[in-house]
């Protein structure tokens, strides 16, 4: 069984800057994939930017100012976010793509959410 425990959100001004932490436990071999999501109130979740290891990809409306990276020592994934703005208050969700052990089929699981509010 894996779990994941999301840390770090919180209220902030505008420009300022917060890190969110995705810890994950359990039998895990290794972490094949990371994302973050985000669901504002009355919108869809929508794809923040993903990290595989090689390559970084991000929504347009943060590129530039978040930053996806992982500790594989600690099996725990980070979104760095600055200069932040008022429009990026929702509520972050981690997810990661797991590899339990070596050759294994991959399996992905999801944090609980935690909310960012950045004021104005």
């Known amino acids: 069984q894996v779990h994941l425990v999301e840390s770090g959100g919180g209220l902030v001004q505008a420009g300022g800057s917060l890190r969110l932490s995705c810890a994950a436990s359990?039998?895990?071999?290794?972490?094949?994939?990371s994302a973050w999501y985000r669901q504002a109130p009355g919108k869809e979740r929508e794809l923040v930017g993903t990290?595989?290891?090689?390559?970084?990809e991000y929504a347009d409306s943060v590129k530039g100012r978040f930053g996806i990276s992982r500790d594989n020592a600690k099996n725990t994934v980070y979104l760095q976010m600055n200069s932040l703005k008022p429009e990026d208050t929702a509520v972050y969700y981690c997810?990661?793509?797991?590899?339990?052990?070596?050759?294994?089929?991959?399996?992905?699981?999801w944090g609980q959410g935690t909310q960012v509010t950045v004021s104005s």
């Open positions: 990290n595989d290891g090689d390559r970084e």
């Open positions: 997810t990661v793509l797991i590899e339990l052990y070596s050759g294994s089929a991959t399996w992905r699981y």
């Open positions: 359990g039998s895990i071999f290794r972490i094949v994939e």
